[in-house]
């Protein structure tokens, strides 16, 4: 399976600021998506990041909020704009290989706290 | 009803016992069924994928399939306390490539 690397691990952070995290793995894939995990909750996938166009969002996300790039097969980041205490989450990125092969692979997570 | 459905935890099993997890899904389309195993503060990993009905083994995890109750199911066989973990079922949506997780069973082993 992919090498996954995420930036920052963890952060603390001011309400009302942004924080952008980047996913990078180790070969191409076709698939990449963000997920969030809320304290002592399950995963809720956030969007799948396209290379070359906008993210498609899941319902309950937007685009203003949490804004996604993926500038090529390797990286993607995700941004979490605005930030009140209500953000304070694991965010996570999974790569799969391509639509075929569903299985997927998480990254090791970025740990949020918004003061 | 919620798209996946585990039993609710927390399980505690002796060591040496099995650990049984269960898992329902509400899309009768659905084709590929995941086991994840989530430690504290880690990220989720994946132990066990599932694509027909039956029975899957993988050393000591067995992972059961039936589709017709969409109903799947993880065996822990001879548990062992670093079995100790939040197991994630996970089922990819039918009209997509996406999955769907259930809110995960918590599993205690008792040394």
Same mark, same amino acid.
């Given at each position: 399976?992919?090498?996954?690397?995420?930036?920052?691990?963890?952060?603390?952070?001011?309400?009302?600021?942004?924080?952008?995290?980047q996913?990078?793995?180790?070969?191409?894939?076709?698939?990449?998506?963000?997920?969030?995990?809320?304290?002592?909750?399950?995963?809720?996938?956030?969007?799948?990041a396209n290379q070359g166009?906008?993210?498609?969002?899941?319902?309950?996300?937007?685009?203003?909020?949490?804004?996604i790039s993926r500038p090529n097969l390797t990286f993607s980041t995700?941004?979490?704009?605005?930030?009140?205490?209500?953000?304070?989450?694991?965010?996570?990125?999974?790569?799969?290989?391509?639509?075929?092969?569903?299985?997927?692979?998480?990254?090791?997570?970025?740990?949020?706290?918004?003061? | 009803?919620?798209?996946?459905?585990?039993?609710?935890?927390?399980?505690?099993?002796?060591?040496?016992?099995?650990?049984?997890?269960?898992?329902?899904?509400?899309? %009768?389309?659905?084709?590929?069924?995941?086991?994840?195993?989530?430690?504290?503060?880690?990220?989720?990993?994946?132990?066990?994928?599932?694509?027909?009905?039956?029975? /899957?083994?993988?050393?000591?995890?067995?992972?059961?399939?039936? /589709?017709? @109750?969409? +109903?799947? @199911?993880?065996?822990?066989?001879?548990?062992?306390?670093?079995? @100790?973990?939040? +197991?994630?079922?996970?089922? %990819?949506? @039918?009209?997509? +490539? /996406?999955?769907?997780?259930? $809110?995960?069973?918590?599993?205690?082993?008792? $040394?």
């Open positions: 399976s992919a090498v996954i690397s995420q930036k920052p691990s963890r952060d603390i952070c001011q309400r009302g600021t942004s924080l952008t995290i996913c990078q793995v180790d070969s191409q894939v076709t698939m990449m998506f963000w997920y969030r995990q809320q304290p002592g909750q399950s995963l809720t996938l956030i969007a799948t166009s906008e993210a498609t969002y899941e319902s309950g996300f937007v685009i203003d909020k949490f804004p995700l941004t979490v704009s605005n930030m009140s205490p209500e953000d304070s989450s694991i965010y996570l990125c999974s790569v799969a290989a391509d639509t075929s092969t569903d299985t997927q692979y998480f990254g090791p997570g970025t740990r949020l706290t918004v003061l | 009803q919620k798209e996946v459905e585990q039993n609710s935890g927390p399980l505690s099993v002796p060591e040496g016992a099995i650990a049984s997890l269960n898992c329902t899904y509400s899309d %009768r389309g659905s084709q590929s069924f995941f086991w994840y195993r989530q430690y504290s503060g880690k990220s989720p990993e994946l132990i066990m994928s599932i694509y027909s009905n039956g029975d /899957k083994e993988d050393g000591r995890f067995t992972a059961q399939l039936n /589709k017709a @109750s969409q +109903y799947v @199911s993880l065996l822990i066989r001879d548990s062992q306390p670093s079995d @100790s973990a939040t +197991y994630l079922c996970a089922v %990819r949506r @039918s009209n997509d +490539y /996406k999955l769907s997780f259930g $809110a995960g069973t918590t599993v205690t082993v008792r $040394a």
